[in-house]
């Protein structure tokens, strides 16, 4: 645009910011909103932070009663014991050679099952890690 076209309000606007220097131009920026923004940043933080942190500082100020909600939180983890009459697992007779009850019978396994639960053959397991049965020049085409 030539200066005819320019209104000559526009002119002395460019003129005005021209003659101002960077630190002049970002002084709304720099100075009130980024400190105000960055204290409230650091309060949220603070507040999120103590917030998540309520039982450390409970238990740095009554040791005693951390102690005592450990130990009930250790004696509610560990189960209890059964009780003598429990008639619910039979004891097996001595000798008997019933497989345990966690494994089905190899007769009452699918066919997936015997395929993952059967031991490799020693002949089957490669000897050296890199017995692949290939070798590099078959997988290298160069």
Same mark, same amino acid.
């Given at each position: 645009?030539?200066?005819?076209?320019?209104?000559?309000?526009?002119?002395? *606007?460019?003129?005005?910011?021209?003659?101002?220097?960077?630190?002049?131009?970002?002084?709304?920026?720099?100075?009130?909103?980024?400190?105000?923004?960055?204290?409230?940043?650091?309060?949220?933080?603070?507040?999120? !932070? &103590? &917030?998540?942190?309520?039982?450390?500082?409970?238990?740095?100020?009554?040791?005693?009663?951390?102690?005592?909600?450990?130990?009930?939180?250790?004696?509610?983890?560990?189960?209890?014991?059964?009780?003598?009459?429990?008639?619910? +697992?039979?004891?097996?007779?001595?000798?008997?050679?019933?497989?345990?009850?966690?494994?089905?019978?190899?007769?009452?396994?699918?066919? !997936?099952?015997?395929?993952?639960?059967?031991?490799?053959?020693?002949?089957?397991?490669?000897?050296?890690? *890199?017995?692949?049965? +290939?070798?590099? *020049?078959?997988?290298?085409?160069?």
């Amino acid at each position: 645009m030539s200066a005819s076209t320019v209104p000559a309000s526009s002119r002395q *606007d460019e003129q005005r910011i021209d003659r101002l220097s960077p630190d002049a131009l970002m002084e709304n920026f720099s100075r009130g909103r980024m400190l105000r923004w960055f204290l409230v940043a650091l309060a949220a933080h603070v507040v999120v !932070i &103590g &917030g998540l942190s309520l039982g450390t500082i409970a238990d740095l100020l009554d040791p005693e009663a951390a102690a005592a909600r450990k130990a009930a939180a250790k004696a509610a983890a560990t189960p209890a014991a059964a009780p003598a009459g429990d008639a619910a +697992i039979p004891p097996a007779a001595e000798g008997s050679a019933a497989p345990p009850a966690a494994q089905p019978a190899a007769k009452d396994m699918t066919p !997936i099952e015997k395929a993952t639960t059967e031991v490799a053959k020693p002949q089957e397991l490669p000897g050296t890690p *890199d017995d692949l049965g +290939i070798d590099l *020049d078959d997988t290298n085409p160069n």
